[in-house]
C-alpha cells in the first residue's frame, strides 16, 4: 500500500513560491505532482504515488500541500534579514501495512496522521536558517520530532532556481520505536523484538524550479536522507539511507 513519504511533509515540496504582484496579495496555484520514494524496510518496494499539489498563500495563512502555516508577525532586523514565526499543522503519511513487504507480516500497521507545532525561520543574505517542533495530534506514535536547517536559492538565467538544503532531524523514542520497533508479540524467530530509541538523521537535498512564465511552474526535487545508527539498528531495516523524488507542475493563477 503506497503511502506519503514523511519527508515530503517536513519540507514543504508540495508547494512552490510565486512572483506576487504585491506583497499583501493572495497567491494560489493548482497542478499535478508525482513522488517516487525508497523506504529503508528490508524488501520494501520502490513507490510511485501521484499527489494534487494546490497552494494558497496571503499575509497571515498558508496551505501548501499537505501542511498549513497560521502566521505570526515577522521581527525584521534590517532591509536584508528578518525573523519570522509561525503555528504550523502537518500531514505525516509515514507508516506501512504488513503485507508492504514480507520483514513486516506479522506486524500491526502503523499509521501517519496529523502533527502540529511551531517553526521559526531567519532569512538572511546567506541562507535561509530554520527550525521547527512538532508532535503527534493523532496519537498514533505519540512521538514529537525537531527539525534544523538551512537552505539557500540561486537563479541561473530567467526564471530557472537551484536551492540546496541540509537538515538535521531529531526523532524521540516514542517515533523511533513506533515506526521502526518491534513488539513482544511481533517478534518472530527471524525479527526479534526491538525498541527504539532517539535518532538524528540527516536530510541533503536539491530543489530545481524553473517558473517559464507567471503562470506555469515546473518542480524537480530530490532528497537523500542518511539514517542514524539508532534506526539502522532496528531488525526491520536493512539500508543505511532512504532516498525521495518527487516532481510536479503547477499553474498559479
Not at 496555484?29 to 510511485?48: A, C
Amino acid at each position: 500500500m503506497a503511502v506519503v513519504s514523511r519527508h515530503i511533509i517536513l519540507t514543504g515540496l508540495l508547494s512552490v513560491s510565486f512572483n506576487a504582484a504585491a506583497d499583501d496579495a493572495s497567491q494560489f496555484g493548482l497542478g499535478v505532482g508525482v513522488v517516487s520514494t525508497q523506504k529503508p524496510y528490508t524488501g520494501i518496494d520502490r513507490e510511485y504515488t501521484p499527489l494534487p499539489v494546490l497552494h494558497y498563500e496571503n499575509d497571515h495563512f498558508r496551505f501548501a500541500g499537505l501542511s498549513a502555516e497560521l502566521k505570526l508577525p515577522a521581527l525584521p532586523f534590517s532591509e536584508t534579514q528578518r525573523l519570522t514565526t509561525g503555528l504550523i499543522v502537518r500531514y505525516d503519511g509515514a507508516g506501512y501495512a504488513a503485507d508492504d513487504a514480507a520483514i513486516l507480516h506479522g506486524m500491526a500497521k502503523r499509521k501517519g496522521g496529523f502533527w502540529g507545532g511551531a517553526g521559526v525561520e531567519w532569512q538572511n543574505p546567506l541562507a535561509n536558517v530554520f527550525a521547527d517542533w512538532t508532535h503527534d495530534l493523532s496519537g498514533n506514535s505519540k512521538g514529537q520530532r525537531l527539525r534544523l536547517g538551512a537552505e539557500r536559492g540561486w537563479q541561473f538565467g530567467e526564471g530557472f532556481t537551484l536551492t540546496p538544503r541540509i537538515v538535521a532531524n531529531r526523532y524521540d523514542s516514542h517515533y523511533v520505536d513506533y515506526y521502526y520497533g518491534v513488539r513482544d508479540d511481533e517478534a518472530r524467530a527471524w525479527r526479534p523484538a526491538w525498541q527504539g530509541r532517539a535518532a538524528l538523521n540527516t536530510e541533503i537535498g536539491l530543489n530545481g524550479r524553473w517558473q517559464f512564465n507567471e503562470h506555469h511552474i515546473f518542480m524537480v526535487d530530490v532528497q537523500a536522507t542518511l539514517l542514524a545508527s539508532d534506526i539502522k539498528d532496528s531488525p526491520l531495516v536493512d539500508r543505511t539511507n532512504e532516498n525521495r523524488l518527487f516532481m510536479s507542475y503547477m499553474y498559479a493563477f
